[in-house]
């Protein structure tokens, strides 16, 4: 015979079989649950309208909330334990919307992981990586020797970009009683305003608001700017240049003076030459303007002085 050997209870604490509820998430409320405290939020405010002295048809979320203030003063200095009477729909969470339709297909491809939105966001990561990858692989196929006898398959994937520089209006040459060619053009940048005369067959000479550009601008850099779309097209010395500008400071009016030539340079130069141009950024305006000076600080930028006393 089998000795039975004495059974001894084991003691479990209560809280091991309380639910986890950090681990199940948000907690789920049905539409019809909703619906009762939506009743009960309407007849507590009509409720509350009456006691209060107010109209119920007009009683608003903020004369709730003043009249609970007033009702149930509390000292709490975290403002989410004091009380509050506000709308169901802004107290219980949302509910998930359908992720399947009428038959049990599910919208998301990505269903069936458990984890559709960190899958997804995955997917376009990755499919980033597969996108340089293959711009890589084409790049090695264009540099091989006969990588024209695959232009086919090449094609396939370019697309045809319109230049644009063919967007730019390019000023139409006008003649003077001589007979000599010159296009007008102008130019701005901050709150200078410039307009410029380019004159062919001429010797060189720039003047700006009638005065020589050497005593105009002299310093070095602003110089620089007037002279570069010249020097980029390879064309010193050939046009005879009169300018006028106004407003802002030297920088801003050679800036703007710089526009108006590169502008006035289209009627002589070819297409080619123009796209040049606009990729070196001779025909884009400037869009920066001066910041504005902040309060309680010396400029837009620069603080006052500090002082310990």
């Known amino acids: 015979m089998v000795p039975q050997l004495p059974l001894r209870q084991i003691y479990v604490a209560s809280s091991l079989w ?3 509820l950090a681990a199940a998430g948000p907690q789920k409320f049905t539409q019809e649950f909703i619906d009762k405290q939506v009743e009960e939020f309407e007849v507590g405010k009509r409720h509350l309208a009456n006691m209060m002295g ?14 609970i203030a007033y009702l149930f003063p509390s000292g709490l200095f975290e403002k ?14 949302k509910q998930t919307a359908i992720q399947w ?27 980033k990586i597969l996108y340089m990858r293959l711009i890589q692989l084409m790049e090695l196929l264009l540099s091989m020797p006969y990588c024209s006898l695959e232009e086919e398959f090449i094609l396939k994937f370019r697309k045809q970009l319109e230049v644009q520089s063919s967007k ?43 005065r020589n550009y050497l005593h105009y ?26 300018g006028s500008v106004e407003g802002s400071g030297h920088s801003a ?8 030539i590169s502008r006035a340079l289209l009627s002589f130069v070819s297409e080619g030459e123009v796209e040049k141009m606009r990729q070196a950024g001779l025909l884009t305006a400037d869009p920066r303007i001066r910041e504005r000076k902040k309060p309680g600080q010396e400029g837009a930028r620069k603080k006052f002085t500090w002082k310990k006393r």
């Open 18 to 20: 309380k639910k986890n």
């Open 54 to 67: 107010e109209d119920p048809e007009t009683f608003t979320q903020e004369d709730i909330d003043r009249s």
């Open 80 to 93: 989410r334990a004091r009380p509050v009477m506000k709308h169901p729909e802004e107290i219980f969470p």
């Open 101 to 127: 339709d009428a038959e049990g297909r599910p919208f998301h491809f990505l269903f069936y992981t458990g984890k559709q939105s960190y899958y997804s966001l995955l997917h376009d990561v990755y499919e």
């Open 168 to 210: 730019y209006e390019i000023p139409a040459l006008q003649y003077d009683p001589q007979g000599v060619a010159f296009s007008v053009a102008d130019g701005r940048r901050k709150s200078a305003k410039a307009s410029i005369t380019l004159r062919d067959s001429g010797s060189g000479n720039i003047t700006i608001n009638g």
């Open 217 to 242: 601008f002299p310093v070095l850099q602003n110089r620089e700017q007037l002279m570069f779309p010249l020097l980029f097209v390879g064309m010193m010395g050939r046009f005879d240049i009169e």
């Open 253 to 260: 009016q050679a800036g703007a003076l710089r526009l108006a």
